[in-house]
Structure formats: structure tokens, C-alpha cells
């Protein structure tokens, strides 16, 4: 199950990079913010592998993962404008895809 | 003059323009991001609802209350966007200590441990941050 999570997390945080690497240099702050956020939130879950209820905590840290780029792309578009809103819906259906794979 | 006019239109043509992608961004990322985590957070809603009324903290009639709250919230988030800001605004605040108080029971109950209960404790608190980015806050 660890070795699941982590694969889908890496494949999850590489196709994301790749998104956001795409859009240009002014999202470079908010794409630092989720990835440490997210490799925070991996961390957390590595840890409490095989505590009761953990199929909870992984739904909950997908839904708190989704939640944060949602609100970085609404902070980007509100500073920077559109440019990267189409980037930022289909990161969400990556993550919606990925970290649903196999777990959830 | 006319380039004081036509420098007061640039301005307003960028500001309505940040203002719209705040709203489009908001529709696109950020509502889609609120349904899909809704189902987890009412359940703990839900259940810290049933814990205050088996306790005496609520009355019957203020457990449908809140509930029929959680209703109009869920509603609200497949409905327009300035509909969702109105009625998230509003409903959430009476709703989100009930949402701890459910992770809470849940750890007194010994169904899950303290870390699932950081977790289920970490998609409130971003639930919450995604209402206030939704209203503009």
C-alpha cells in the first residue's frame, strides 16, 4: 500500500511539474507551495501506513490536495489573470484520476 | 485628457479582466475541488451532528436545522457561482465546529487514530481556506 501511495504521489507530482513548467515563471511560487504542500501530505500518510481507518485519510488527502491547487490557481488568477486557468482544470483531473487510482 | 481617459479605460479593462479570471478560476478549479471533498466533510458533519444530540448539546429541531444547512450547502455548490459564494458564506460557519466534532468522535469511538484524525482534520481546515478563497477573502 506505501509503495502504491508514493507511485501514485511521484506520478501525480511529475505530471503536474511538467503542467505547470509549461505555463511560465510567475506560477513558479504557487507550484513550490503545492509541492511541498503535497510532499508534506505524502509524508503524513507514509507514517500512519496500517492505522485503523487509513482508507479514510487517503480520501481526505486527496480531497485537502485538491482543495489547495484549487485555491492556488484561484490566487494566481486573481494576481496574474487566465493564463494558466485551463492548465490548472486539467491538473485537477489528473489529480482526481491518479490519486483515485488503485486506492480509493 | 483623452490619454487620462484612455488610460483610466486600460485600467478598468484590467481590473475587469483579473476580476473575471478570479471568478472563472473559481468556477473551474476551486467548485469542482469543493464537490468532490463535500462527501467526506458532511459525513463528519454529519456525525458530529449525531454525537451533539446523543450528548444534549443539540436539540432535535437545531440537529435538522443544521442539517437542512448541509443541504442547502451541497446544493449551492452545483449551482451558480455567485449563488455558491451567497449560501457557502453563510451556511458553513454553523456547520464547520460540527465537522471537527465529528473526527473528534470518531477517534473517542476508536474507529480511526490520532493521524487518519490529522488528516480528516487537514481537508476541514483546506475546506474552509477553499470558502474563504471562494468568497473573495
Not at chain 1, 501530505?41 to 507514517?47: D, E, F, G, P
Not at chain 2, 443539540?58 to 455558491?84: N, P, Q, V, W, Y
Given at each position: 500500500?506505501?509503495?502504491?501511495?508514493?507511485?501514485?504521489?511521484?506520478?501525480?507530482?511529475?505530471?503536474?511539474?511538467?503542467?505547470?513548467?509549461?505555463?511560465?515563471?510567475?506560477?513558479?511560487?504557487?507550484?513550490?507551495?503545492?509541492?511541498?504542500?503535497?510532499?508534506?501530505?505524502?509524508?503524513?500518510?507514509?507514517?500512519i501506513v496500517g492505522e485503523p481507518g487509513f482508507e479514510l485519510a487517503v480520501r481526505a488527502e486527496r480531497d485537502a490536495i485538491a482543495l489547495k491547487a484549487g485555491i492556488a490557481a484561484v490566487d494566481t488568477a486573481d494576481a496574474a489573470g487566465q493564463r494558466w486557468l485551463g492548465m490548472i482544470q486539467g491538473t485537477l483531473i489528473v489529480v482526481a484520476k491518479v490519486l483515485a487510482l488503485g486506492i480509493v | 485628457m483623452r490619454r487620462a481617459i484612455l488610460a483610466l479605460s486600460t485600467l478598468l479593462l484590467v481590473v475587469g479582466c483579473a476580476g473575471s479570471a478570479g471568478n472563472a478560476a473559481r468556477e473551474r478549479a476551486?467548485?469542482?475541488?469543493?464537490?468532490?471533498?463535500?462527501?467526506?466533510?458532511?459525513?463528519?458533519?454529519?456525525?458530529?451532528?449525531?454525537?451533539?444530540?446523543?450528548?444534549?448539546?443539540?436539540?432535535?429541531?437545531?440537529?435538522?436545522?443544521?442539517?437542512?444547512?448541509?443541504?442547502?450547502?451541497?446544493?449551492?455548490?452545483?449551482?451558480?457561482?455567485?449563488?455558491?459564494?451567497?449560501?457557502?458564506?453563510?451556511?458553513?460557519?454553523?456547520?464547520?465546529?460540527?465537522a471537527a466534532r465529528g473526527v473528534m468522535d470518531r477517534v473517542d469511538d476508536g474507529e480511526i487514530g490520532a493521524g487518519v484524525a490529522a488528516s480528516l482534520n487537514e481537508r476541514i481546515v483546506q475546506f474552509d481556506a477553499a470558502i474563504d478563497a471562494l468568497q473573495g477573502r
Open positions: 500500500m506505501e509503495e502504491d501511495l508514493k507511485e501514485i504521489l511521484n506520478a501525480f507530482l511529475q505530471q503536474l511539474k511538467a503542467e505547470l513548467e509549461d505555463a511560465g515563471q510567475d506560477i513558479s511560487v504557487s507550484w513550490d507551495e503545492l509541492r511541498m504542500y503535497t510532499a508534506e501530505r505524502a509524508n503524513h500518510l507514509s507514517a | 476551486l467548485l469542482p475541488a469543493l464537490r468532490s471533498a463535500w462527501p467526506g466533510v458532511e459525513a463528519d458533519v454529519q456525525r458530529g451532528v449525531n454525537d451533539g444530540l446523543d450528548d444534549g448539546d443539540l436539540t432535535g429541531s437545531a440537529s435538522d436545522a443544521l442539517m437542512a444547512s448541509a443541504d442547502r450547502l451541497e446544493k449551492s455548490l452545483s449551482a451558480t457561482i455567485e449563488e455558491a459564494k451567497s449560501v457557502t458564506g453563510k451556511e458553513w460557519p454553523a456547520l464547520h465546529p460540527w
